[in-house]
């Protein structure tokens, strides 16, 4: 049976087998599949149902996707996609647990719906507690790309903290450092600037956290479809002569430079910067404006290919001359695209309007701009839940056993 699934169904058929195979990697819940409740509730995946004679949130918390729900899910029988978002991301997270950078997309999961090219881009941000845990996450995404997000009130107070682990993350993106050196000996300076360098970032965490209620999330956004522009220049011939007493006719390179338009899937560290009652994490879902299947054929339609001949004195050439310059490359293309047809609104970069965040499940109130938009979600949410609650009851008066 194939599902053609598309991007507003709420119900669909999980590809079983993918789905086994998935979990037969992982070493926590390999042979622990009757345990796999705990999993969800230890990944932060879970909420506090409500006590329907107080109105109040008991205590106890409730894994995401019940035990039940999982055996259908691995039986390939349909279920609500909002399960199988739940175990895209609780495997996303034991894979990343495990040192693996593996973005489980939910459509590989999703029986005939594996798309290659998709329209939306969905991953999950961690809160961080400490430099280790940040530092952690930037080694493992290895991107120099990187967006920021201030979904919160920030005076400047706290704008002193924010800078410090802002430039901390800038100067860890710009050299980046690797565990598996193969002098892991350090002097006496490099050890005591690492110190203080995790000092002040876990101290300005501490600050925001218990001064202004503010929190950081960081995650990555794998895969995310591009146009981009890139310089190459070659050296086509010599001329003059070179005299260090006579500089009247000093030697010259002529060199070309040419400049082409492409498409790429570039990775980005995303920095949510919010409030703390968002939980232990906050799901990021990205809205595609230019699949990378259609930016590769507007490319082809549409190609930017200039070159251009410069001559560059030989003692220019220690300051660069010669060299390609991405900013120019990339301002060269946007004039010619976006001035020559005019309206494409190319995606030159990500887009602040196409993201979503969603804050953890067991949080009373969603803390961002958008706040409406999200709690009418989370009242979906509760109806569907109170859906499944019943179909549990009905499934355990039929005996039904879950066993395989």
């Known amino acids: 049976m194939i599902n053609e699934y598309e991007d507003g169904d709420k119900f669909i058929n999980p590809n079983g087998k993918k789905i086994k195979e998935l979990r037969s990697k992982l070493k926590r819940i390999k042979n622990n599949k009757s345990s796999i409740e705990k999993y969800f509730i230890d990944t932060g995946l879970y909420y506090h149902k409500e006590d329907k004679e107080t109105g109040k949130k008991k ?7 019940s035990l039940r729900t999982y055996y259908s899910i691995e039986k390939g029988e349909r279920v609500n996609i909002k399960y199988l978002k739940n175990v895209a991301l609780l495997f996303t997270r034991l894979f990343k647990d495990q040192g693996e950078d593996k973005n489980i997309n939910i459509k590989s999961l999703i029986l005939g719906g594996k798309n290659t090219d998709p329209k939306s881009i969905n991953t999950y941000l961690d809160k961080i507690k400490s430099v280790d ?3 952690g996450i930037i080694n493992l995404s290895s991107t120099i790309y990187k967006k920021t997000f201030f979904n919160c009130q920030i005076n400047e107070s706290a704008a002193i903290q924010i800078d410090k682990i802002l430039n901390t993350i800038s100067n860890a ?21 690492i110190l203080k360098t995790s000092a002040q970032v876990n101290d300005a965490l501490n600050k925001l956290q218990k001064d202004f209620n503010i929190c950081l ?7 995310v479809p591009v146009i981009n522009a890139k310089e190459s220049t070659q050296f086509i011939e010599k001329k003059g002569y070179y005299d260090p007493y006579d500089n009247s006719d000093p030697l010259r390179h002529k060199v070309e430079f040419e400049i082409k338009s492409f498409a ?14 968002n939980g232990s994490s906050i799901d990021l879902n990205y809205e595609v404006t230019w699949s990378y299947k259609e930016i590769l054929e507007f490319i ?12 560059i004195f030989d003692h220019d050439i220690e300051t660069g001359e010669a060299l390609p310059n991405q ?11 976006e001035f020559g047809k005019p309206k494409l609104n190319l995606p030159w970069g990500l887009m602040k309007n196409n993201f979503h965040f969603n804050s953890s499940i067991d949080d009373g109130k969603i803390m961002f701009e958008n706040e409406e938009e999200f709690l009418k979600e989370a009242r979906e949410v509760v109806k569907e839940e109170w859906y499944q609650e019943g179909q ?3 499934a355990d008066m039929r005996n039904d056993d879950p066993d395989f």
């Open 264 to 277: 790429e899937k570039r990775n980005y560290l995303v920095l949510n910067f919010t409030n703390c009652n």
């Open 217 to 223: 999330y960081v995650g990555v956004l794998k895969e």
């Open 392 to 394: 549990d009851m009905m």
């Open 327 to 337: 900013d120019r490359a990339i301002s060269s293309a946007r004039v010619h695209y």
């Open 173 to 193: 993106i710009k050299f980046p450092t690797f565990d598996n050196n193969f002098n892991d000996e350090k002097d006496f300076y490099e050890e005591n600037k």
């Open 300 to 311: 082809k339609k549409n190609p930017y290919l200039t070159k251009d001949f410069k001559e």
């Open 59 to 65: 205590k106890e918390k409730t894994s995401n996707v």
């Open 133 to 135: 845990q940040l530092f």
